[in-house]
Protein backbone atom coordinates (compact mmCIF):
# COMPACT_ATOMS: atom_id res chain seq x y z
CA UNK A 1 0.00 0.00 0.00
CA UNK A 2 1.24 3.49 -0.42
CA UNK A 3 2.56 5.62 1.82
CA UNK A 4 1.07 8.92 2.92
CA UNK A 5 1.94 12.18 5.62
CA UNK A 6 -1.54 14.04 6.26
CA UNK A 7 -1.40 17.09 8.36
CA UNK A 8 -5.11 18.38 9.49
CA UNK A 9 -5.27 22.00 11.49
CA UNK A 10 -8.84 22.04 13.88
CA UNK A 11 -9.93 24.95 14.97
CA UNK A 12 -8.05 27.18 18.29
CA UNK A 13 -11.33 26.97 19.83
CA UNK A 14 -11.02 23.20 19.98
CA UNK A 15 -9.48 21.34 23.04
CA UNK A 16 -6.30 19.43 22.99
CA UNK A 17 -8.60 16.06 23.99
CA UNK A 18 -11.06 16.77 21.08
CA UNK A 19 -8.05 16.82 18.89
CA UNK A 20 -7.05 13.55 20.23
CA UNK A 21 -10.57 12.22 19.60
CA UNK A 22 -10.82 13.18 15.98
CA UNK A 23 -7.09 11.69 15.29
CA UNK A 24 -8.20 8.37 17.32
CA UNK A 25 -11.88 8.18 14.66
CA UNK A 26 -9.89 9.03 11.93
CA UNK A 27 -7.12 6.38 12.87
CA UNK A 28 -10.36 3.98 13.24
CA UNK A 29 -11.38 4.78 9.86
CA UNK A 30 -7.88 3.65 8.21
CA UNK A 31 -8.02 0.60 10.26
CA UNK A 32 -11.63 -0.51 9.18
CA UNK A 33 -10.46 0.54 5.70
CA UNK A 34 -7.50 -1.86 5.65
CA UNK A 35 -4.97 0.65 6.31
CA UNK A 36 -2.88 1.70 9.48
CA UNK A 37 -1.38 4.69 10.87
CA UNK A 38 2.20 5.26 12.21
CA UNK A 39 3.65 7.67 13.82
CA UNK A 40 1.02 10.16 15.28
CA UNK A 41 2.82 14.31 15.90
CA UNK A 42 0.96 16.67 17.46
CA UNK A 43 2.41 20.40 16.95
CA UNK A 44 -0.03 22.30 19.55
CA UNK A 45 -1.62 25.17 19.13
CA UNK A 46 0.55 27.36 16.79
CA UNK A 47 -0.38 30.81 15.23
CA UNK A 48 -1.80 29.97 11.40
CA UNK A 49 -0.05 32.84 8.85
CA UNK A 50 -3.45 34.40 7.77
CA UNK A 51 -6.74 34.44 9.21
CA UNK A 52 -9.09 31.22 8.18
CA UNK A 53 -12.25 31.07 8.58
CA UNK A 54 -11.92 34.09 11.31
CA UNK A 55 -9.43 31.77 13.01
CA UNK A 56 -5.60 33.39 14.02
CA UNK A 57 -4.70 29.95 15.42
CA UNK A 58 -5.16 25.82 14.95
CA UNK A 59 -4.12 22.89 15.87
CA UNK A 60 -1.60 21.15 14.06
CA UNK A 61 -1.58 17.25 13.53
CA UNK A 62 0.82 14.90 11.53
CA UNK A 63 -0.31 11.63 10.57
CA UNK A 64 1.98 9.20 8.99
CA UNK A 65 -0.23 6.85 6.55
CA UNK A 66 0.29 3.18 4.88
CA UNK A 67 -3.68 3.21 3.53
CA UNK A 68 -5.49 2.27 0.33
CA UNK A 69 -6.09 5.62 -1.97
CA UNK A 70 -10.02 4.99 -1.28
CA UNK A 71 -9.07 5.07 2.38
CA UNK A 72 -7.26 8.25 2.52
CA UNK A 73 -10.42 9.36 0.15
CA UNK A 74 -12.69 8.51 2.50
CA UNK A 75 -10.96 10.08 5.25
CA UNK A 76 -10.30 13.43 3.47
CA UNK A 77 -14.42 13.39 2.83
CA UNK A 78 -15.31 13.16 6.42
CA UNK A 79 -12.77 15.85 7.10
CA UNK A 80 -14.43 18.04 4.83
CA UNK A 81 -17.60 17.87 6.36
CA UNK A 82 -16.21 18.16 10.11
CA UNK A 83 -16.57 21.94 10.92
CA UNK A 84 -13.39 21.93 13.37
CA UNK A 85 -11.23 21.29 10.63
CA UNK A 86 -9.87 23.73 9.42
CA UNK A 87 -7.34 22.52 6.51
CA UNK A 88 -5.74 19.55 5.80
CA UNK A 89 -3.01 18.40 3.34
CA UNK A 90 -2.11 14.72 1.93
CA UNK A 91 1.04 13.88 0.30
CA UNK A 92 2.48 10.67 -0.74
CA UNK A 93 5.61 9.51 -0.02
CA UNK A 94 8.13 7.11 -0.77
CA UNK A 95 9.21 6.47 3.27
CA UNK A 96 8.19 7.70 6.51
CA UNK A 97 10.48 9.23 8.01
CA UNK A 98 11.51 7.59 11.58
CA UNK A 99 12.85 10.01 13.61
CA UNK A 100 10.78 13.43 14.91
CA UNK A 101 9.63 16.09 12.16
CA UNK A 102 11.00 19.01 11.63
CA UNK A 103 8.30 21.23 13.28
CA UNK A 104 9.02 18.73 16.21
CA UNK A 105 13.23 19.18 15.86
CA UNK A 106 12.57 23.19 16.06
CA UNK A 107 10.25 23.07 18.99
CA UNK A 108 12.90 21.01 20.80
CA UNK A 109 15.45 24.09 19.72
CA UNK A 110 13.27 26.34 20.92
CA UNK A 111 12.94 25.03 24.17
CA UNK A 112 16.08 24.59 24.94
CA UNK A 113 17.31 28.12 23.86
CA UNK A 114 14.17 30.11 26.50
CA UNK A 115 11.42 30.16 23.71
CA UNK A 116 13.21 33.33 22.36
CA UNK A 117 13.28 32.45 18.86
CA UNK A 118 16.45 33.08 16.34
CA UNK A 119 17.40 36.03 17.58
CA UNK A 120 18.95 34.92 21.19
CA UNK A 121 19.20 36.60 24.50
CA UNK A 122 19.97 40.23 23.42
CA UNK A 123 19.95 41.77 26.49
CA UNK A 124 18.21 44.89 28.17
CA UNK A 125 19.39 47.70 25.93
CA UNK A 126 16.98 50.23 26.57
CA UNK A 127 16.38 52.84 24.38
CA UNK A 128 16.32 51.69 20.78
CA UNK A 129 18.56 49.07 20.24
CA UNK A 130 21.51 50.74 22.98
CA UNK A 131 22.87 53.30 20.51
CA UNK A 132 24.24 56.26 22.36
CA UNK A 133 22.71 59.35 19.92
CA UNK A 134 24.74 61.63 22.33
CA UNK A 135 23.92 65.55 22.54
CA UNK A 136 22.61 66.76 19.26
CA UNK A 137 23.05 69.67 20.37
CA UNK A 138 21.29 73.40 18.51
CA UNK A 139 18.94 72.48 15.85
CA UNK A 140 19.00 75.81 14.53
CA UNK A 141 16.35 76.97 11.47
CA UNK A 142 14.52 74.33 10.54
CA UNK A 143 12.64 76.17 7.69
CA UNK A 144 9.34 76.42 9.17
CA UNK A 145 7.78 79.37 11.33
CA UNK A 146 7.81 79.54 14.67
CA UNK A 147 4.81 80.29 17.01
CA UNK A 148 6.39 83.45 18.13
CA UNK A 149 6.47 84.96 14.67
CA UNK A 150 3.25 86.42 13.19
Aim: proline fraction near 1%; avoid cysteine.
Amino acid sequence: MPLYEHVFLARQDVSAQQVEQMVEQYKALISTNGGNVGKVESWGLRTLAYRINKNRKAHYTLMNLDASPAAVAEMERQMRINEDILRFMTLRVEEHEEEQSAMMQKRDRDDRRGGRGDRGDRGDRGDRGGRDRGDRGDRGDRGGRRFDEE
